[in-house]
């Protein structure tokens, strides 16, 4: 069974940075891409950043030049480095695995960035 266990979430003043990381473990016929979502209350969950399996990245124009998404040499385990975090930037953050036939999801990390 997949499983994806985050941690990394907690709570930073605005301009101070943070590192979330999600390792996936169970059987997963192969990783087409890594990612980070995010959803803050009364909104949709959106795209933070993602990596794929040759390493291109993509990210949010809200968060470019802030955040960095990498990956470990197993390419099993992906992290978010976020630096220079703003207030709005305050959300429930969900690692996400893009496998064949299907994704599979974190349970989510709170990050709160006060001002």
């Known amino acids: 069974q997949v499983q994806l266990v985050e941690s990394g979430g907690g709570l930073v003043q605005a301009g101070g940075s943070l590192r979330l990381s999600c390792a996936a473990s169970g059987r997963i016929w192969s990783i087409n891409a890594m990612g980070w979502y995010r959803q803050a209350p009364g909104k949709q969950r959106e795209l933070v950043a993602t990596i794929t399996r040759s390493g291109s990245t993509n990210y949010a124009e809200s968060v470019k030049g802030r955040f960095t998404i990498s990956r470990d040499n197993a390419q099993s385990t992906v992290h978010l480095q976020m630096n220079s975090l703003k207030p709005e930037d305050t959300a429930v953050y969900y690692c996400?695995?893009?496998?064949?036939?299907?994704?599979?999801w974190g349970q989510g990390t709170q990050v709160t960035v006060s001002s």
């Open positions: 996400n695995v893009g496998a064949p036939y299907r994704e599979y």
